[in-house]
DNA sequence: TAGTTAATTTACCTAGTAGTTAAATACGAC
DNA sequence: GTCGTATTTAACTACTAGGTAAATTAACTA
């Protein structure tokens, strides 16, 4: 489909309206109405919040007479949790020694490197 | 400082260029024109990438000599992965019998109240 | 002091986004 | 068919984002 599917799912998500609309979604189905109520924005601006969650695959939407049911769709969420779960260990710091001595090391070498150069 | 930490860290994470200054980051203190290397793009727009990054908290920049290493500051990455864990029950599927169930019971009041409005 | 390298700032362009109002569509009720 | 409700589309404005080229700052080198 579209490429880029991380890059779409943390755009849409950058929007705080939106990630209201997920968290609203998460306890079940909302009519796009029912969605907008606590905003104070128009319909067609909730619209076009909708149309870009639904790009990012994190809602899809049926038919049942005039209402449009949005539903959550989480599986681009997972998508996001594992890409950022790839930094764990360095928000946990379990690297910071590992990353001051190859930093040390490359410190070294560039100065090694000029000292030669200088020569 | 800024409101909507979450809203510019997933701002930041949308731009494929930066996520892969993240990447290589990870692997330790890179400088600028480092980080630039990979891609076909001007300096300025590399450095404009860093100060987004910078402004979400991401990355943190020091002064050694001319060069300005760049530094990954992963917590803000906590907070996006704590944030999607939210809905792991959900892109799990554990809630999917609950939600039917909600979402039934909801179609049913629904038609209930129709039926009762129209007589 | 002049020259080189690293990086940023400035000025500018283009395209996209978030919001608006007003009109159009889709469906059920009468 | 006509009316009312729910939602989307169209057209517009203001602002932001990603990119470029050229000028500027900052620090080392000779």
Not at 40 to 52: C, E
Not at 64 to 73: D, G, H, I, S, T
């Amino acid at each position: 489909m579209s490429p880029d599917k991380l890059g779409s799912t943390f755009a849409a998500l950058a929007d705080p309206t939106r990630r209201a609309i997920l968290a609203r979604l998460a306890s079940g189905e909302c009519t796009v109405t029912e969605l907008a109520a606590p905003f104070r924005m128009t319909m067609p601006a909730i619209s076009k919040h909708l149309r870009v969650l639904e790009g990012a695959g994190l809602i899809s939407r049926r038919r049942e007479a005039q209402l449009r049911p949005c539903r959550l769709e989480a599986a681009p969420l997972k998508d996001v949790a594992e890409w950022a779960e790839r930094y764990r260990e360095i928000w946990e710091g379990r690297l910071d020694r590992l990353d001051t001595y190859l930093k040390e090391l490359q410190t070294k070498e560039t100065t090694h490197a000029r000292k030669r150069r200088r020569k």
